[in-house]
């Protein structure tokens, strides 16, 4: 497995998401999975508390991991957790509650990240920055991200930072995959990239299945920005065809697609079988084999979402 440094930490670049995942499979399964992640080299965990706002879901996901993580042996040390924070309800349920009851739920007494979202406008960025300091302080976790924030509030969560001498966020969770780069690649976080300020964490890069042929999830997935899903659902058959082409599986186009940006530190899949985990693992074997200027020449075509605004301001 490949690591890339994803703000303090070194991390390999295939990581898990918890939402919909780990209550979608069996328990033995999940542990096995867990147990599978550690051998492969890739345990990074991205567990939240699915509970507020829109996620308000009632999920046992969180809970299962941590079971699951203890019963396959791993050690703390062992495996690397990015915590949640959500600002729905901020600062009504504030970050020191919500940490608390995300940290009791998985059985860990911190995380080594979090990220901040789902973002809304009009946020207090300084009390934000403030808040989450605190809890750094606290020896809860060590460095931080935002998830799909605007462009001017990062920059100002960055600022406020550095000038009161305070921990800045250090990468974004961000959509993107095969159709979906305005924001990733667009000219406003690709500066923060290239300048080194953050770090790109690639999230929903299958579109919740789509991009891996599942062209009827069956259950809820990401929400539809642009609405350019139904060009994606179109764009099933050149995804097929390009990874024929390769003599990989779309999940190793996907993936390895991601990887091809040197900004991504690393890729959120929401494998649910042992044998996703084994194929989506092959993905760093096809950049190696086929280089970033080819995937990105043959995938070129596939970029949908062009018209969707880069600064986040959708």
């Known amino acids: 497995m490949r690591y890339r440094r994803l703000g303090t930490r070194e991390v390999p670049v295939l990581s898990f998401g918890s939402w919909n995942t780990w209550d979608r499979m069996a328990f033995d399964e999940a542990v096995a999975m867990i147990a599978r992640a550690a051998e492969l080299g890739c345990a990074f965990f991205d567990v939240a508390h699915y509970d507020m706002g829109p996620h308000a879901e009632n999920s046992r996901t969180d809970l299962i991991f941590g079971k699951a993580v203890r019963e396959a042996g791993l050690a703390r040390q062992d495996w690397l957790y990015c915590g949640k924070l959500w600002l729905w309800d901020y600062p009504g349920t504030g970050f020191a509650r919500q940490l608390a009851t995300s940290l009791e739920r998985v059985g860990v007494d911190r995380a080594d990240m979090v990220v901040v979202g789902d973002y809304f406008a009009g946020l207090d960025v300084e009390r934000v920055v403030t808040d989450v300091a605190e809890q750094i302080a606290e020896g809860r976790f060590g460095t931080w991200g935002v998830n799909n924030w605007r462009f001017a509030d990062v920059r100002a969560a960055i600022d406020i930072a550095r000038r009161r001498d305070l921990v800045p966020p250090t990468f974004a969770q961000l959509k993107y995959g095969l159709a979906r780069r305005s924001m990733a690649e667009g000219a406003c976080y690709a500066s923060l990239f290239e300048s080194g300020e953050l770090a790109l964490q690639a999230s929903d890069v299958f579109e919740g299945g ?105």
């Open 210 to 314: 789509l991009l891996v042929g599942n062209l009827h999830p069956g259950r809820k997935i990401g929400a539809d920005v642009g609405g350019i899903r139904q060009r994606i659902v179109a764009a099933w058959p050149r995804v097929r065809r390009v990874a024929r082409e390769l003599d990989a599986s779309p999940a190793q186009l996907g993936i390895a697609f991601c990887l091809a940006n040197p900004a991504t530190a690393n890729v959120l899949v929401g494998a649910s079988r042992l044998a996703q985990l084994e194929e989506n693992a092959g993905a760093v074997a096809l950049l190696d084999r086929v280089g970033a200027e080819r995937i990105r020449e043959l995938t070129g075509e596939l970029w949908l979402d062009r018209d969707v605004a880069a600064d986040g301001t959708w």
